[in-house]
């Protein structure tokens, strides 16, 4: 049974950082896409960032460029999302999500509807 859980949410003040962590299980997850995605109150889920598993290509919605990074650890099968001068309007719950792929295939990286799997989210509040 796949699972995915995510941790590292939190209260922040404006300009300051957290990681985020997924930690997956229940299958090898070397075919699959990982994506992060965060959803505010009232307003629908949206692409964050997402990384291919084998490679470690990478990304990002225009509005996180530059700060925030997506990476894996294969040892620990966990991906991880550095966010850094968070803003209030990062405020969300931010989930993980798993999307098997094919090598060398056509895949979408940023619609919710292509991933597989999630996670149950994490908050996190970012004080003005």
């Known amino acids: 049974q796949v699972q995915l859980v995510e941790s590292g949410g939190g209260l922040v003040q404006a300009g300051g950082s957290l990681r985020l962590s997924c930690a997956a299980s229940?299958?090898?997850?070397?075919?699959?896409?990982m994506g992060w995605f965060r959803q505010a109150p009232g307003k629908e889920r949206e692409f964050v960032a997402a990384?291919?598993?084998?490679?470690?290509?990478?990304y990002y919605a225009d509005f996180v460029k530059g700060r925030f990074t997506i990476s894996r650890d294969n040892a620990k099968a966990t991906v991880y999302l550095q966010m850094n001068s968070l803003n209030p309007e990062d405020t969300a719950v931010y989930y993980c999500?798993?999307?098997?792929?094919?090598?060398?295939?056509?895949?979408?990286?940023?619609?919710?509807?292509?991933?597989?799997?999630w996670g149950q989210g994490t908050q996190v509040t970012v004080s003005s």
């Open positions: 229940g299958r090898t997850f070397s075919n699959y896409a």
């Open positions: 999500a798993a999307q098997r792929i094919v090598a060398g295939g056509a895949y979408e990286l940023r619609g919710i509807h292509e991933y597989d799997y």
């Open positions: 990384i291919i598993w084998i490679g470690g290509s990478t």
